[in-house]
């Protein structure tokens, strides 16, 4: 019985250890085989190492695919301390490649971590500087990829554009705007070290950097050059404060170029104050407009039938009484007799308190309200502001005299910018926006495509929106805005001076913000554009002689870069004494020689072939000349 007892002990043993065996047969296949993969990976993260190797950020381009703000590729020092063995030969040679103390770099390589980034001596390392360090050889030593942002164009389109950070972080506008979509994601380069830090005898192993999305503007750089470098030649001849320039497509919100003074090179951001790189004043200031207000006070008399701008006629003295207070016109004398037309031309305050007064505070501000003047246009830029208005409450006759002229209230540029191309686009109103669409960096296909937004239509009759244009455009022609006309090509617009208020509440003495609100072609509109100029010293203070020129040149630069044909049937300019006269080129051909002489009065005649008939004329009919100018005639 002993002796069966003992079997059983020993048969129960086996068994046991046959299930232990057993067990750990299994578990070893479990982790060998079903686990492998899993486990592998846990191995290999305790042996690897990153080094990151930086993504490409996204390209900001204009509408025509140009590169505004791009990337340049640097190298960067790293270190793995770890594996450097001669740590003070590798300090003295690297420091005297980077120009920096033996100290300063002794410290980074005898640095108690995995991976030390010698910064900033060691970033946005040059060509030459990385070959150096490179051919040194050294263990532990790694010179990675860095992209630096780079901006091809300097100050351009800057406050728009914005500016990134050492990190290539967006700091501001487009770039801290759009900096999920701009930025890319990072690589690496993975290699193997026990945990001493002693590199591993395996494979690094590259992980491709995946650059960040690209940004297409609606902006034309051709023209954004241009406004650029009339705001530069602005800001210098006439010492100014500030200056602001904008051009809009009013029949889709596409913002075509954008730019103020003062500006700042995003390259260098850290030389400018806080106040010159983060207020794009385009959107941000808000100030009282003056005269180019006035076209909405225009646009809403007509539009109610309160006024008969080539009927009516009105009487400036020079001033109105309006509850006690006497206001001015800017001629001292008054233009005496004159049509609600010639009341427009001649930017005559009087005339438009008087159209002020008969549309009465309600629907004078109903049509501020619907033109969108104390909102934000919702332009895809940070910083907008929305204005000060009068509580409607708080309008009395004299408020409501002074905001029909453009006194009293705050707009910024792009709200008067807004307005003014929904009254000339017959009444529709576009959001202005500035990105068109977001791509893929490598292969061009659009992600996300960005439309224009109708925000408002028939806010005017179309019969009110033909009236105002012809109005506008017969300012440029004939009143205050001369100085915008462009021979052969139809001009509107409306000239403004506005006085500033100082931190006393009160209007300053001899400092204006002088602007100038045009379209053109005038009879269907494709470009709005607003100048303004703050503060200019040692000229006449009017918008009429500082900004109108400024949008002139703009829009013949618009001219040639879109080949706008001319157009004969735009109205004639009202030469003042010292302006250059220009005249159109009569048709002759087929004249006598007789007959031509005296069609040809004041021009000087020159011809080709012996005959008495006309068969050709150069410059060609309907050309725009120079009064005196020289004209061949070819005979048969």
Partial sequence: MFQSLQNNRIRLIFLVVLLVFLLIVIRVFYIQVIEYEKLNDLAENLWSRNLPVQADRGKILDRN???????????????????????????????????????????????????????????????????????????????????????????????????????????SGLELMYDDVLTGTNGSIKYYSDGKGNKLDMPEVYVSPVSGMNITLTIDLDLQLVL???????????????????????????????????????????????????????????????????????????????????????????????????????????????????????????????MGQR?????????????????????????ESSGILFDLDDVGPLELATTSFGQGVSVTAIQQVQSVSAVVNDGNMYTPYVVSSISENETGIIIKEFRPQLKKNNLIKKETSDLVKYALESVVANGSGHNAYIEGYRVGGKTGTAQKVGSDGRY??????????????????????????????????????????????????????????????????????????????????????????????????EYTGNGDKVIDISPKVGSRVKEGSVVKLMLN
């Fill in 359 to 383: 549309l009465g505070k309600e629907k004078l501000f109903s049509y501020i309200d619907l033109f969108g003047f104390g909102t934000k246009t919702g332009i895809d830029l940070n910083g």
């Fill in 508 to 605: 300053m003495v001899g400092n204006y913000v002088l602007s100038f609100i045009g379209f053109m072609p005038a009879n269907d509109p494709e470009f709005v554009i607003y100048i303004a100029v703050d503060g200019a010293k040692g000229v006449t203070q009017y918008g009429g002689t500082v900004a109108a020129p400024i949008a002139k040149n703009v829009l013949s630069a618009a001219i040639n870069l879109y080949n706008i044909e001319s157009d004969p049937n735009g109205l004639p300019k009202e030469y003042l004494w010292y302006e250059t006269k220009y005249v159109t080129i009569p048709d002759v051909i087929n004249m006598d020689k007789k007959s031509a002489l005296k069609s040809l009065h004041g021009f000087s005649v």
């Fill in 228 to 354: 650029e470098n009339e705001l530069n030649n602005a800001a210098k001849k006439y010492k100014a404060e500030g200056a602001i320039g904008i051009v809009m497509n009013p029949k889709t919100g596409e913002i075509l170029a954008m730019s103020s003074r003062p500006t700042f090179e995003p390259l260098n951001y850290q030389n400018y104050s806080v106040e010159t790189i983060n207020r794009n004043l385009a959107i941000w200031s808000s100030f009282e407009p003056g005269s180019t207000f006035k076209i909405l006070t225009l646009s809403a008399a007509i539009n109610e039938g309160l006024v008969n701008i080539f009927e009516e006629h009105y009487y400036d003295t020079g001033k109105i009484n309006v509850s006690g207070t006497t206001l001015h016109c800017w001629k001292t004398k008054g233009h005496g007799d004159e049509t609600f037309l010639e009341v427009v031309e001649n930017s005559c305050n009087p005339g438009f308190v008087v």
């Fill in 65 to 171: 695919g140009k590169v505004i703000a791009g990337n340049v590729t640097t190298s960067s020092l790293v270190l793995i301390p770890s594996q450097i063995k001669d740590k003070e030969k590798v300090s003295k040679d690297i420091a005297e490649i980077l120009g920096i103390s033996y100290e300063e770099m002794y410290k980074h390589v005898n640095k108690k971590t995995s991976i030390e980034r010698v910064h900033p001596e060691g970033r946005d390392l040059s060509y030459e500087v990385a070959e150096k360090i490179n051919n040194l050889g050294y263990d532990g030593v790694y010179l990675l990829k860095e992209t630096k942002r780079y901006y091809n164009y300097n100050d351009v389109l800057a406050h728009v554009i914005g500016y990134v950070g050492i990190d290539n972080q967006g700091l």
